[in-house]
């Protein structure tokens, strides 16, 4: 079936410094991608998305970057914080199916 | 704003009981609606996808016959977990979409099978 990769399972940066999660997907007609963000004991919460139509979205420090060539997406965090510390989640869709196909996650860990 | 309630937000259950538990979107219209567990031992997995007017599409190692699900109008799903045991226990997440747009989460229902 379709999948959604999530390379790194941990990531951890410096605060001040920018972090970068990558995720691949199989579906070639995988349109919508978007970030949820889960802080721990908590549910998720949406990030950003990005659609086919576009290769960049940017929303304050939150990049996103689509590569539909390759099938990878990225969540670019430019200076980092604490309160970015969570699981972060990607997942894909094609238009024409409502599920979302979803990553294994990334936790990352922004350090003192 | 779209948002979508959960509720109960915690619950604890006798081992071999049934449990039922809701979710409810408010400023949009939930034309479908996931049910997803996350428990201690495994990632987020998604249970089944409800779309309206269309049957309910359950994942691999879940079945109607456990987790019952009914989204009878554009606001509302429930979903029962039944006979629940231990390896039920976990967060379980209400995701509801108007049609492609972003998936919205409830704040979860947290089971705990005794």
């Known amino acids: 079936g379709e999948k959604v990769e999530q390379h790194e399972s941990t990531l951890s940066v410096r605060e001040g410094d920018s972090a970068v999660i990558n995720c691949t997907y199989t579906?070639?007609?995988?349109?919508?991608f978007p970030w949820y963000k889960q802080e721990a004991g908590k549910s998720l919460h949406f990030v950003i998305d990005?659609?086919?139509n576009v290769d960049r979205k940017q929303s304050q420090r939150l990049t996103v970057l689509l590569d539909k060539k390759a099938k990878r997406f990225s969540l670019h965090i430019t200076a980092t914080q604490p309160e970015d510390s969570a699981i972060y989640f990607c997942?894909?869709?094609?238009?024409?199916?409502?599920?979302?196909?979803w990553g294994s996650g990334t936790k990352l860990i922004i350090k003192p | 704003g779209a948002l979508v309630y959960q509720y109960p937000r915690r619950t604890i259950c006798k081992s071999g009981t049934s449990m039922r538990m809701e979710c409810q979107a408010v400023?949009?219209?939930?034309?479908?609606v996931a049910w997803y567990r996350q428990s201690p031992q495994k990632t987020f997995e998604l249970i089944a996808l409800?779309?309206?007017?269309?049957?309910?599409?359950?994942e691999q190692n879940f079945t109607q016959e456990k987790f019952p699900i009914s989204h009878p109008n554009l606001s509302f799903s429930s979903m029962t977990v039944l006979n629940a045991y231990l390896e039920d226990r976990g967060l379980y997440l209400c995701?509801?979409?108007?049609?492609?747009?972003?998936?919205?989460f409830g704040p979860g229902t947290r089971l705990t099978v005794l």
């Open positions: 995701g509801a979409r108007e049609g492609t747009y972003e998936q919205y």
């Open positions: 400023g949009f219209q939930a034309t479908s």
């Open positions: 409800s779309t309206v007017n269309s049957a309910i599409k359950y």
């Open positions: 579906d070639t007609a995988s349109s919508y």
């Open positions: 990005i659609r086919s």
């Open positions: 997942a894909a869709s094609a238009d024409s199916n409502y599920q979302l196909i």
